[in-house]
């Protein structure tokens, strides 16, 4: 456990780039397809019941929400995405928003990539793992809701998605996990320390 990301506050949410903080220090953006488990994620990371909004309506919050571990430590809970009942204009906005901040944002330090350990891999999180081999950002991907599966089958489905992104020209990592059941936080949490302590 590492109580300094329980420290975490709600800076503000930007529905522009231009209304993001500073673009100082370091950063980690959890992004993911609607509903996959971001803003549960840095709940449970963070120890905190509500600091990140939990929505029953996927992909209704289209913004870059910013909190703050620290005066130089930032995590952000990127907008949903790939969510069908969304129409093409809010699409195209998300996407837009999403490519300003990925390909701009200097202290972008990581990505943690959330998926639904049931549905991994959809064609938002390849989007996503080829922003990222664009800017040589370390990825750290969640396979979360493990709660849902048995051990054996959220298992076979981590060995999967190990071998698929083999392939990829990046430092990936992989882990099970929970928010519901608490589980990998600890691994989540010294991950996070590598990346905002790294040189770079
Ligand atoms: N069983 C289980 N449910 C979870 C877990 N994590 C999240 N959920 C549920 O999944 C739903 C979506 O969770 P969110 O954290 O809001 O997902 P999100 O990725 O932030 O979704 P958007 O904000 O729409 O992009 C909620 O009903 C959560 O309670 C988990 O580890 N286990
Ligand atoms: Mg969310």
Redesign the pocket.
């Known amino acids: 456990m590492n109580p300094v990301y329980h420290q975490a506050k709600f800076i503000n949410s930007a529905p522009h780039l231009s209304d993001a903080p500073s673009d100082q220090g370091k950063e980690v953006a959890?992004a993911?397809?609607?509903?996959?488990?971001?803003?549960?994620?840095?709940?449970?990371l963070t120890n905190q019941n509500s600091l990140?909004?939990?929505?029953?309506?996927?992909?209704?919050?289209q913004m870059l929400n910013f909190f703050e571990i620290n005066d130089r430590q930032r995590f952000v809970?990127?907008?949903?995405?790939g969510?069908a009942k969304v129409p093409d204009a809010i699409k195209q906005k998300w996407h837009k928003l999403m490519e300003s901040y990925l390909t701009s944002r200097k202290s972008l330090c990581g990505i943690i990539l959330?998926m639904?350990v049931r549905h991994p891999l959809t064609e938002f999180d390849w989007q996503m793992v080829e922003w990222c081999q664009y800017r040589k950002l370390p990825l750290h991907v969640l396979l979360?809701?493990?709660?849902?599966l048995t051990y054996g089958a959220a298992k076979t489905t981590l060995l999967q998605v190990k071998k698929a992104l083999n392939d990829v020209n990046l430092p990936v990592t992989i882990q099970l996990?929970?928010?519901?059941?608490k589980?990998g936080i600890d691994e989540v949490h010294q991950l996070l320390d590598q990346l905002f302590n790294s040189t770079e």
């Open positions: 959890f993911g397809r609607s509903n996959a488990g971001k803003s549960s994620a840095i709940n449970a990140a909004r939990i929505s029953k309506t996927p992909g209704r919050t809970d990127l907008p949903g995405y969510y959330v639904d979360t809701k493990t709660d849902k996990y929970s928010s519901l059941k589980v």
